[in-house]
């Protein structure tokens, strides 16, 4: 399992032009906590403490020198726009990290690999990773090629409206709507997590999780989009 483990991690890594020294920094990087309780190995939680560090530091150097007349209030909103949990859940997917994900049995079983805070984590971790492996020229190229290039228009929106561009390839194609089902809620009531599947013509498209009703239909349009190959 542990060889598995660490041929896929490889390919992501080759992926990204990213050579190794320390395999095994890697694999701490994508162990979830549920994973290292059920395994006894370390978690990812420490990468993740510096992965989120050094990436508000680099967003922040990159919007320093991309406005340079902008006050500090507005870099910082900037900022918080593509460093939080969902922006960073998306880098996680956009260079397929979250294939690699490492969780325990029950936080499996709950769509984990689907949680934007997981996933957000992961990133942070992986970025932790990278540094403490090559350095902060590496992460710099990193984040060059995943983060940077979502910084145009700040005033533009960053996240994707998935529903409505689901609904509008669906419409294109049919006169029949989407329809997102609650599948089942977990958790207790003030920390519920829920999933959602999406149908059209009472076949399931996707599938999402959320910490809202909301969100895990934007995840289950963004899953069915995905898997219509839709952009």
């Avoid at 997981?118 to 492996?133: C, N, P, R, T």
């Avoid at 995943?146 to 228009?153: A, H, K, L, M």
């Avoid at 409206?161 to 089942?184: F, N, P, T, W």
């Amino acid at each position: 399992m542990k060889k598995m483990i660490e041929d896929k991690i490889r390919k992501i890594l080759k992926k990204l032009e990213i050579e190794a020294k320390d395999i095994s920094l890697f694999v701490t990087a994508f162990t979830h906590q549920s994973f290292a309780n059920e395994h006894k190995v370390q978690s990812n939680e420490r990468l993740e403490y510096l992965g989120d560090a050094i990436l508000d530091f680099l967003v922040a150097e990159y919007l320093y020198k991309k406005f340079p007349d902008y006050p500090e209030g507005k870099l910082t909103r900037i900022r918080a726009k593509y460093v939080c949990a969902n922006a960073n859940s998306n880098y996680a997917r956009q260079i397929g990290l979250d294939e690699c994900l490492l969780l325990g049995k029950g936080e499996e079983e709950q769509g984990g690999k689907s949680k934007p805070s997981l996933l957000g984590d992961l990133f942070e971790a992986f970025v932790g990773a990278v540094y403490l492996d090559s350095g902060l020229d590496a992460v710099r190229k990193l984040l060059a090629s995943t983060v940077f290039p979502q910084i145009g228009d700040p005033e533009s929106d960053f996240f994707f409206d998935y529903k409505s561009h689901l609904q509008e390839y669906i419409q294109a194609e049919s006169r029949q709507g989407v329809e997102y089902v609650l599948v089942k809620e977990t958790g207790p009531a003030h920390d519920k997590t829920f999933t959602v599947s999406v149908f059209h013509d009472k076949i399931k498209l996707g599938t999402g999780v959320g910490k809202s009703k909301k969100e895990a239909e934007q995840r289950a349009a963004q899953d069915a989009l995905n898997k219509l190959a839709i952009k």
